[in-house]
């Protein structure tokens, strides 16, 4: 499926290519081939399903609607303001103006070099709208677009909005995701523990049933435990963002040797588990990673690498994940 797609794509930029040499070629100011070909809006959005992106040279992007959410090639869940920038100009674009013709050699090399193959899909397994969009004018205000099947590119753009909208579609399989780490009610968290191997004392270990928390010390012994304190600690999973994703990271590959300062564990009634694992850093080390207790207990302690279960590697800051890194005194009664 994966080969199909891209001889597809493959195809259609050697179509623009031809397209391109008809229409700077041809004498006949008229050279739109179907009436529909600035028709690039999609006027009931909330009928769109599924958005097929691919730039030639580049990973094609598959962006599917799920029940309240979407998800990017199928394997991640995207980030819903990245989304909904994306439908906005879906549903908004429209014509700015026809570009002079002494343009059209220039417009349409940025087709076949760099343009962006655009299918939407609605409820048919076949896209009903297929567009390609190409660079950008200078003022960055105005986006290149020629629908399939034409060879008459078109200016468009989107009332009050000034910045580059070619970037809206443009993003990699990464810039698409959810920044979530966590997204978890509390009633759906069976177990949770967070261990710090350097300070076994600080670590803790829980189950949660019926509204109600059992708290163990690392050795297992039972442990007495603040109820509201433990419902604000399980409450803090619904929304652990990132700041960024950090996977192209060289010392990605060297945390797995090295003992983190703190790990995160949580089993959800489902049973599915997940595991973050912490390393301090110090921007003023050229190794980065500090376990010293000088450095942990200042204020220089302000972000973590965050080695995830998923084998993603995130940057994370300390603000973003206080409310889970508790230590076993800080849940007693």
């Avoid at 179509?15 to 690039?40: A, C, E, H, Q, W």
């Avoid at 409820?123 to 969009?133: D, R």
């Amino acid at each position: 499926m994966k080969n199909k797609n891209l001889l597809l794509l493959l195809l259609g930029f050697i179509s623009l290519g031809i397209l391109s040499f008809y229409l700077i070629k041809s004498n006949n100011p008229n050279t739109s081939l179907v009436t529909n070909d600035r028709d690039f809006a999609v006027q009931k959005i909330d009928e769109v399903q599924k958005i097929f992106l691919a730039e030639r040279g580049k990973p094609s992007i598959q962006l599917t609607k799920e029940k309240n959410y979407w998800m990017v090639n199928g394997k991640f869940k995207v980030a819903q303001n990245k989304i909904n920038n994306l439908l906005f100009v879906l549903q908004k674009l429209k014509l700015e103006s026809i570009p002079p013709k002494s343009m059209y050699e220039t417009i349409m090399s940025t087709f076949v070099t760099n343009g962006i193959k655009v299918e939407i899909y609605t409820n048919e397994s076949k896209p009903s709208k297929t567009y390609y969009i190409g660079g950008v004018t200078n003022d960055e205000k105005g986006l290149y677009c020629i629908m399939d099947g034409s060879v008459q590119p078109y200016i468009m753009h989107i009332d009050f909005i000034e910045s580059n909208l070619r970037y809206r579609y443009n993003l990699s399989e990464e810039q698409w995701r959810d920044l979530y780490i966590f997204g978890l009610n509390e009633m759906d968290i069976q177990e949770a523990s967070v261990m710090y191997p350097l300070y076994p004392e600080k670590s803790f270990q829980l189950s949660y049933n019926d509204q109600k928390a059992e708290l163990k010390d690392n050795k297992g012994n039972p442990q007495q435990v603040n109820q509201q304190k433990m419902k604000k600690f399980l409450q803090s999973f619904t929304q652990i963002g990132t700041e960024a994703f950090e996977n192209s990271n060289p010392i990605k590959a060297k945390l797995v040797d090295m003992t983190p300062y703190c790990i995160i564990k949580v089993k959800t009634k489902n049973n599915q588990e997940t595991e973050l694992k912490l390393y301090p850093i110090n921007p003023d080390l050229e190794s980065k990673i500090d376990m010293s207790p000088a450095f942990l207990n200042s204020d220089q302690l302000f972000r973590f690498y965050g080695a995830y279960s998923s084998g993603d590697l995130y940057l994370v800051q300390l603000g973003q994940i206080s409310g889970i890194m508790t230590t076993l005194q800080e849940l007693h009664q």
